[in-house]
């Protein structure tokens, strides 16, 4: 069972037709480290572990045309504030992942000065003018001190 508010956090559905879900804070047993994932779909889901960067977390979840997903990890702590980054698993990962595999993903953008910080809960991905673009987007928590955002990048290797 997951802690109040760590259960499923991040969900995309693949270009191949299966399901990427990742929860924010449900661990395997003895693995700190790790998050609980699963791929395929209704009756056919394959276990495994989502390595985050230390004290980040995953966010969100969204499919690339290529068969790879990227993954929104964000952290937050009362001296530093928000932070994120935004990582690329490859389709080979996706495609070669067993049960029991921990999957981690390569960083492609670090939510730090001079991008704009915030509690950045959504990505997705969609081709606009024969590139890949990539959003994300803030929740304010309709707190005061928190900004909704979106945000929009262009991914360089398209």
Known sequence: MAPGNGGLESLAVLADGRWLAIAELLQPRQQPLLRRAWIG?????????????????????????????????????????????????SAAQLQGVSEGAVLQGEEILRLAAPVPRDNFEGVTVFRAGGRTMVALVSDDNENMLQRTMLLLFALADD
């Open 41 to 89: 779909g209704p009756g056919r889901w394959l276990p495994f572990a989502y390595q985050p960067r230390d004290g980040f977390e995953p966010a969100d979840a969204a499919p690339l045309p290529d068969g790879g997903a990227l993954v929104l990890e964000r952290s937050f702590s009362i001296f530093a504030g928000f932070g994120g980054r935004l990582v690329r698993l």
